[in-house]
């Protein structure tokens, strides 16, 4: 799908290094988190790596989120103390978790490209969970 933006807030997408996901339990309960991301021009993708967390990637509570409440949010902003300079954009869609296959591969693949993190961290292939939001539409802001 054309997300129909205008080609600053493109680059912001694709250009941002960290976005805010936002979820909803089924009681409709929010949820919103930093995470690491690419966007391939047609979805979004995150991945649930291996940085230490308290639970297992599928007890954290926004992928419980996803599998009560597919509907989401994912925000990339810039700000500045000149207000006339600050963007934003928000993707609403619905997410997914990609647990196999070549579209998974090819977003971890994404993923280490933008993140050098990722490639220290050993980002794998074949284990690492994946969310995907495809989105159903973005909107876009700047200030100025």
Do not use: H
């Not at 103390?81 to 928000?90: T, Y």
């Not at 591969?105 to 994946?130: H, M, N, S, T, W």
Request: net charge positive; hydrophobic share 50%; glycine share 6%.
């Amino acid at each position: 799908m054309s997300l129909g933006l205008p080609p600053w807030a493109a680059a912001l997408l694709r250009e941002s290094r960290v976005a805010r996901l936002g979820t909803a339990d089924a009681a409709g309960q929010p949820l919103v988190v930093p995470v690491c991301y690419a966007f391939d021009g047609r979805a979004c993708f995150s991945a649930l790596d291996a940085k230490p967390k308290r639970v297992a990637a599928g007890a954290l509570r926004r992928v419980r989120n996803i599998v009560a409440n597919p509907r989401v949010s994912l925000v990339v902003d810039r700000w500045d103390e000149d207000w006339s300079k600050l963007l934003w954009v928000i993707v609403e869609g619905r997410a997914e978790l990609l647990t196999a296959g070549a579209e998974r591969a090819a977003a971890v693949d994404l993923l280490r490209e933008k993140y050098a993190q990722y490639r220290a961290l050993g980002l794998d292939r074949e284990a690492a969970p994946v969310i995907r939001i495809t989105p159903a539409r973005a909107l876009a802001w700047r200030g100025g």
